[in-house]
């Protein structure tokens, strides 16, 4: 079992950046392809981004070319970096490994104008 914890949020103004971590423990996720997730309105969960173990990225629409994602098997971690932050970016962020189906307790990333 794998886990997760994610780091990073916090209150940020509008045209801001902030750089989420998600650092695993238990075992490497070197090879899991991982995602990042947020809370959406209806309380559902919206897909931001994903990364491979061979560093393939996929983006949502929505935040496409807004939010880079990346890993460092050395910290056994993945980050997401988000520029130019609207309010309704504001939400609970989460780290997902897709290969064990494991989640974090998320981030909370407050947007004010």
């Known amino acids: 079992q794998v886990q997760l914890v994610e780091s990073g949020g916090g209150l940020v103004q509008t045209g801001g950046s902030l750089r989420l971590s998600c650092i695993a423990s238990?075992?490497?996720?070197?090879?899991?392809?991982m995602g990042w997730y947020r809370q959406a309105p209806d309380n559902g969960t919206e897909f931001l981004a994903m990364i491979s173990g061979f560093g393939l990225t996929t983006y949502s629409d929505r935040v496409k070319g807004q939010a880079t994602i990346s890993r460092d098997n050395t910290q056994n971690a993945v980050f997401l970096q988000m520029h130019k932050l609207t309010l309704d970016d504001s939400s609970v962020y989460y780290c997902k490994s897709c290969h064990t189906q494991s989640w974090g307790p998320g981030t909370q990333v407050t947007v004010s104008s």
């Open positions: 238990g075992r490497a996720i070197s090879d899991d392809t």
